[in-house]
């Protein structure tokens, strides 16, 4: 009997001994666990940093590429389409313009140094299959001709004065004059020239050239960022850039709008507004070039002088994002890309978007500001 007894009590001392180990066991893996969750919740809060780089990474769509103008996506099937140049009058009566909103790249430069030097743009289009109307069309001068070389682009003008014969007559300077849709506007004829739809497919038509990039294509005129990763300058204030003591006659200005990221255009004191959309003309980019002027004659027919070749040099400045920074500029051809460069000798990196280039002669250089 004593010895059955004890056997028992030997049996509930192991089964407590048993249930107090496992219940110790258990009370241990418990005290572990929260150390296990502390761990696991670090690596999914490290996660994100991954996520993060992913959405910076930007999907190009299917059947679109990175424009070599803009950086911006396009259609695929325009890939190998070479640019227009147009020739678009700046005077006052030549208002509004129409097109120059859904352009690449827009030059300003001075046209005469008569009329306190009256600018001209020329519109750089690589979509010109897309063009409802462009202009009005204006007469063209040897630098637009050597501009448009840089693009492989066909430039679009009505005429110009004699000194453009030489150039025009080289080989790179296909073009086409004095074809394009007369619109009646209730202007003198001279305002009345635009490009239209259908204009350009049927100049190709009727020309020798080819609508593709050719022997004279030097590959893209600009290296560009993604919109996702753009570049942000450290440079000086640039919020307002008056030019017009080189522009006088426009009065050119450009306003940074910081809420859209741009530089928006203004001349003759307003903001240009397209005569179709009435959208205010707005640029990304803004490149400000120092080039020398050479009149030609009394009338005031001039061309920048020193821009290709063993003089082909000068300084220029580069503003994105309410920020400007110093650059130099190098054209060794005549019809060769005008590369630019970072003070560190970096060539220059534009973001994705459309581009303003100023060419402000050398001797107005010093009076544009800066805000």
């Not at 009566?93 to 120059?100: D, I």
């Not at 600018?119 to 063009?131: F, Q």
């Not at 009149?295 to 002088?305: F, R, S, T």
Request: net charge negative; with cysteine.
């Amino acid at each position: 009997m004593k010895k059955n007894l004890l056997l028992a009590l030997i049996g509930v001392s192991a089964c407590l001994a048993l249930t107090a180990c496992g219940k110790k066991e258990k009370e241990a893996a418990e005290a572990v666990k929260p150390e296990i969750i502390a761990i696991e919740e670090k690596t999914e809060e490290e996660a994100p940093s991954e996520e993060v780089e992913e959405e910076a990474t930007e999907e190009l769509p299917e059947g679109m590429y990175y424009s070599e103008l803009t950086g911006l996506p396009i259609s695929l099937d325009i890939e190998k389409q070479k640019p227009i140049a147009a020739m678009v009058d700046n005077e006052s009566s030549a208002l509004p313009h129409y097109g120059l909103n859904t352009a690449d790249i827009i030059y300003e430069m001075v046209n005469s140094t008569a009329n306190d030097r009256v600018t001209r743009l020329m519109v750089i289009y690589k979509d010109w299959g897309n063009i409802e109307q462009l202009g009005s069309i204006r007469s063209i001068r040897p630098t637009n001709i050597w501009v448009a070389g840089e693009y492989n682009a066909v430039a679009c003008h009505d005429g110009g004065p004699f000194y453009i014969d030489a150039y025009l007559a080289h080989d790179y300077a296909q073009h086409f004059s004095g074809i394009f849709s007369r619109v009646n506007n209730g202007k003198a004829r001279e305002f009345t020239e635009y490009i239209v739809k259908g204009d350009l497919e049927k100049a190709f038509a009727d020309s020798s050239y080819s609508t593709e990039y050719d022997q004279y294509y030097e590959g893209p005129h600009f290296q560009f960022t993604t919109q996702g990763n753009p570049i942000e300058l450290e440079g000086d204030e640039a919020t307002k850039l008056d030019l017009t003591a080189a522009f006088k006659h426009n009065k050119s200005q450009l306003k940074y709008n910081a809420d859209k990221n741009v530089y928006e255009y203004y001349e003759y004191g307003s903001a240009h507004v397209d005569g179709e959309t009435n959208e205010v003309l707005a640029f990304t980019n803004v490149i400000l070039q120092k080039a020398d002027i050479l009149q030609l004659d009394k009338n005031g027919y001039m061309a920048y002088d020193n821009f290709f070749g063993d003089k082909g040099k000068g300084e220029g400045l580069y503003i994105y994002g309410g920020k400007s920074t110093k650059i130099t500029w190098e054209k060794k051809t005549e019809n060769g890309i005008t590369h630019y460069y970072l003070e560190n000798g970096d060539e220059l990196t534009l973001n994705a978007g459309m581009t303003y280039i100023g060419l402000i002669p050398s001797d107005y250089w010093d009076e544009i500001t800066l805000k």
